[in-house]
């Protein structure tokens, strides 16, 4: 298995697919998953000719567990070493949820030399948690009772998110895959609970505004509008307003997990930006 290892010492677990000399799309994966999320798109990606890669996380899955470092510095910090280490440029960033924060902080931190273009999917800028300056955001007790949670069981609670709200099998008439909960349960568990309670408050309370305002790439930025887990009407609708050269493509009915059950769509629509 591929690793690097950072500054501060924290070895990071990437998979790098693909020719040489393609085009390089990066994944960056959401709480509290892995790499292996974006299963998919690495395939479909594949097959199209181009070099996909895509890290677990620092505490997520098999890289290290870390106690520190939760927060959205080291995380844009950690992509830097990856690009680095792989020497990659002008690549694709595509995130997911959390993993669309990290891509909108390591652009506006790490600048755009080596980025042509960003996809923020499902993704929580600008800014999740409700403040005097965000007062349409969600409550900051909804996000203390998910670390309360987790604290008082992480394997039951991460049971109950992929088959409730995340992948919307709570909705009436929707039929619940068990092989894609106990998969999302899975790459949850195989990370760490640290880095998990601490990912709570990095995903909800950082604010990404001003990293949208500096990516002046083309950003295409895709949401359902049933996402029970980051709330179109909060994130999706703002963040494409925010960049300078964004686009917007909105999901009827389609869930914050749309890139696995919906990927037959989503895919085709990922390829159409890439290449345009």
Avoid: C
Wanted: charged share 20%.
């Amino acid at each position: 298995m591929a690793y690097i290892t950072t500054n501060d010492g924290v070895e990071i677990f990437y998979k790098d697919w693909g020719p040489r000399d393609a085009e390089v799309l990066f994944f960056h994966h959401g709480w509290p998953l892995s790499s292996d999320d974006w299963d998919a798109q690495l395939l479909y990606f594949l097959g199209k000719g181009y070099r996909v890669v895509a890290h677990d996380r620092r505490g997520h899955g098999r890289s290290s567990q870390v106690w520190d470092g939760h927060d959205m510095d080291h995380y844009a910090d950690d992509v830097a070493a990856v690009v680095k280490h792989l020497g990659i440029d002008k690549a694709v960033h595509i995130g997911h949820s959390t993993g669309g924060g990290e891509v909108a902080h390591y652009i506006a931190k790490h600048g755009e030399a080596h980025v042509s273009k960003a996809v923020l999917v499902s993704a929580v800028p600008p800014l999740m948690v409700k403040t005097d300056k965000n007062p349409n955001g969600l409550p900051k007790e909804i996000f203390d009772d998910f670390q309360n949670q987790l604290f008082k069981n992480r394997a039951e609670f991460y049971r109950a998110i992929p088959e409730g709200p995340f992948y919307g099998f709570n909705r009436p008439d929707t039929k619940p895959s068990e092989p894609v909960i106990q998969n999302w349960w899975r790459q949850g568990m195989m990370g760490g609970a640290k880095a998990h309670y601490d990912g709570i408050v990095a995903f909800s309370q950082t604010d990404f505004t001003k990293d949208l305002k500096k990516i002046s790439v083309p950003v295409l930025v895709l949401h359902g509008d049933d996402d029970q887990v980051v709330p179109f009407e909060i994130s999706g609708k703002l963040s494409a307003e925010l960049v300078q050269n964004g686009t917007l493509k909105v999901y009827p009915g389609y869930s914050h997990g749309m890139l696995t059950i919906n990927a037959d769509v989503i895919n085709p629509d990922l390829l159409a930006f890439i290449q345009s």
